[in-house]
């Protein structure tokens, strides 16, 4: 959820108790003086977590005055993160309502980011400054758009701006250290998170970014210090997350299995996710289904024959970012990150019903001219990011879940499967934070069973697309770079380029877990770590089953 404060009245807005909207004392307001109370009174639900209640509250807002943009902009931000094409839309009325409000257009924008929209989002960024040039949280959230525009050469002075105009601001100095550490100077960025903490700014979350600076070979002082941290009565659960995950890794770098285990389960608790397996189980079910060998028969000559897509899928952690750093080394290749808009898509027709019901009949919507223009815009998309690539790199990882609509709409796109040790797979997975889309990621139980969906949906689409998927297996990869990385730049239909074997040393950010790793040549240390921990993730390995080949 986003929190940023609305721009008139909400910072006199105090956190406690929320009383329930006395309607009858609304009544005898005036509307405007009525819908001014009711969304302070959302507002302040809204930061309370009540997010339902404050949704309520701002529809009978809009019931009555059907464009208020401050009532728009609350919805916005109450959508943002869970339901993102909803946020667009309210963003978008708030904006139209009272353009020249900065914060409904770097709302607007933040909507746009969360979605990969990235050029559209940066205009309204850049239009919110025009309006008010010492908006730190529009030069911030510039800063980290450039950044994941792969431009985090334009995102260093934004910050260094910022931190002229605040030197205090939580955005600030965690910003500027995710810059730098994008592009790999690691040794300044963790000089700015040591500024933050010294400040007591943004602790947990500076902590957390800092022990990814490096790995630790003895004891750091910090670890102590994190450890006092956590027993800060105060502490959040989000700070408590990222605190645990903090201490994790430090004691995990350190050899102290035992110590850091301990400290990963005790940041999945504090998280309070819940993933419903068995929903998921019949959402694979269903895709199973719907895309069979006749079913895609049928749709010979959809899409666009484009080969500028390449698809890198996988479960996360299995070694997605290394086979994109290897393939964008090369200079026909452009690795545009984690984009969002195939799932977009997927959103916009209805595949993302959980059932085959469902799923059949938006499968009858996509017509042979709709699968033409839906491919067509993609390919825009993605050529704003590099229009001379005669590959374009899309690692999103769960894209492994949409390889039917790639089918349909990019017959000779490149699928790269990259696959990995199951129980390594799942403990790397396990030790890291990630959003709420990965809630799956919760217990080791649970991580284990939703590993043997992925499975069996891969199993699927290597029966129903023979031959299309190229498996990049990071034990193979690890064994013999060369002849592997070879393998993938002919499985992309480019001839080889050295400068492949030199990944480590390629110019562009990296905005994954891995942007430490993928900086160093490849190296043996992940494989089989899981048994380091082995006494520690017996409920993994059961869950796992037959995956798990100890």
């Known amino acids: 959820m986003n929190?940023?404060?609305?721009?008139?009245?909400?910072?006199?807005?105090?956190?406690?108790?929320?009383?329930?909207?006395?309607?009858?004392?609304?009544?005898?307001?005036?509307?405007?003086?009525?819908?001014?109370?009711?969304?302070?009174?959302?507002?302040?639900?809204?930061?309370?977590?009540?997010?339902?209640?404050?949704?309520?509250?701002?529809?009978?807002?809009?019931?009555?005055?059907?464009?208020?943009?401050?009532?728009?902009?609350?919805?916005?931000?109450?959508?943002?993160?869970?339901?993102?094409?909803?946020?667009?839309?309210?963003?978008?009325?708030?904006?139209?309502?009272?353009?020249?409000?900065?914060?409904?257009?770097?709302?607007?924008?933040?909507?746009?980011?969360?979605?990969?929209?990235?050029?559209?989002?940066?205009?309204?960024?850049?239009?919110?400054?025009?309006?008010?040039?010492?908006?730190?949280?529009?030069?911030?959230?510039?800063?980290?758009?450039?950044?994941?525009?792969?431009?985090?050469?334009?995102?260093?002075?934004?910050?260094?701006?910022?931190?002229?105009?605040?030197?205090?601001?939580?955005?600030?100095?965690?910003?500027?250290?995710?810059?730098?550490?994008?592009?790999?100077?690691?040794?300044?960025?963790?000089?700015?998170?040591?500024?933050?903490?010294?400040?007591?700014?943004?602790?947990?979350?500076?902590?957390?970014?800092?022990?990814?600076?490096?790995?630790?070979?003895?004891?750091?002082?910090?670890?102590k210090s994190i450890l006092g941290e956590l027993e800060n009565p105060k502490l959040d659960r989000d700070g408590a997350e990222k605190l645990h995950l903090a201490a994790g890794k430090v004691l995990n770098d350190l050899k102290r299995y035992k110590d850091a285990f301990e400290h990963f389960n005790s940041s999945k608790k504090a998280s309070g996710r819940n993933f419903d397996i068995g929903r998921y189980r019949l959402w694979v079910d269903s895709l199973i289904e719907t895309f069979t060998p006749e079913m895609l028969a049928a749709r010979t000559g959809f899409g666009n024959p484009s080969e500028v897509p390449v698809f890198v899928v996988g479960m996360p952690r299995s070694g997605t970012t290394l086979t994109e750093q290897i393939c964008a080394s090369h200079p026909d290749v452009h690795g545009a990150g984690e984009l969002m808009k195939l799932r977009r898509v997927a959103n916009a027709i209805g595949l993302r019903k959980s059932s085959a019901e469902d799923l059949s009949q938006a499968i009858a919507s996509i017509t042979r001219n709709l699968s033409g223009t839906l491919a067509e815009e993609h390919l825009t998309y993605l050529s704003e990011r590099a229009p001379a690539a005669r590959r374009i790199v899309d690692k999103m990882p769960h894209n492994f879940e949409l390889i039917g609509l790639i089918g349909l709409l990019f017959?000779?796109?490149?699928?790269?499967?990259?696959?990995?040790?199951?129980?390594?797979?799942?403990?790397?997975?396990?030790?890291?934070?990630?959003?709420?889309?990965?809630?799956?990621?919760?217990?080791?139980?649970?991580?284990g069973l939703y590993y043997r969906e992925y499975d069996r949906l891969m199993q699927h689409w290597n029966k129903v697309?023979?031959?299309?998927?190229?498996?990049?297996?990071?034990?193979?990869?690890?064994?013999?770079?060369?002849?592997?990385?070879?393998?993938?730049?002919?499985?992309?239909?480019?001839?080889?380029?050295?400068?492949?074997?030199?990944?480590?040393?390629?110019?562009?950010?990296?905005?994954?877990?891995?942007?430490?790793?993928?900086?160093?040549?490849?190296?043996r240390s992940s494989v089989k770590r899981w048994k380091n921990y082995e006494t520690e993730i017996q409920p993994l390995i059961e869950a796992l089953g037959d995956l798990a080949e100890t």
């Not at 797979?425 to 080791?444: A, I, K, M, T, W």
Request: charged content about 25%; overall charge neutral.
């Open 465 to 523: 697309f023979p031959g299309l998927i190229f498996e990049n297996r990071y034990e193979t990869l690890v064994d013999d770079q060369e002849a592997q990385s070879r393998r993938l730049i002919d499985h992309l239909g480019l001839p080889w380029d050295g400068a492949c074997l030199r990944f480590f040393d390629r110019d562009g950010s990296v905005n994954t877990p891995s942007r430490w790793q993928v900086r160093q040549p490849i190296y």
């Open 3 to 223: 929190n940023r404060l609305p721009p008139a009245w909400s910072k006199h807005v105090k956190p406690g108790p929320i009383p329930k909207p006395n309607l009858s004392t609304a009544k005898s307001l005036s509307p405007g003086q009525a819908d001014e109370a009711l969304l302070k009174q959302a507002y302040a639900l809204q930061q309370a977590k009540r997010l339902n209640e404050a949704q309520d509250l701002c529809l009978r807002v809009l019931s009555r005055t059907p464009n208020h943009p401050l009532a728009l902009y609350i919805l916005g931000t109450i959508c943002l993160g869970y339901e993102d094409e909803a946020a667009l839309r309210y963003f978008a009325r708030a904006v139209d309502a009272e353009p020249k409000n900065p914060y409904y257009h770097l709302g607007l924008a933040s909507a746009y980011v969360k979605v990969s929209e990235y050029s559209p989002a940066i205009r309204h960024m850049q239009y919110a400054l025009e309006l008010q040039p010492g908006l730190i949280e529009a030069l911030c959230a510039l800063g980290d758009a450039y950044v994941d525009f792969d431009k985090p050469e334009m995102a260093l002075p934004l910050y260094e701006k910022a931190l002229k105009i605040n030197k205090d601001h939580p955005k600030v100095r965690i910003g500027l250290a995710r810059a730098l550490t994008s592009v790999g100077r690691m040794d300044e960025a963790a000089a700015y998170l040591h500024e933050a903490i010294d400040r007591r700014i943004a602790v947990p979350t500076a902590y957390n970014d800092l022990v990814q600076t490096q790995k630790f070979t003895e004891e750091p002082r910090e670890l």
């Open 411 to 447: 017959p000779n796109a490149r699928i790269i499967h990259c696959r990995r040790d199951a129980i390594d797979n799942c403990v790397s997975c396990f030790v890291l934070r990630f959003g709420e889309g990965h809630s799956y990621n919760s217990d080791l139980r649970t991580l």
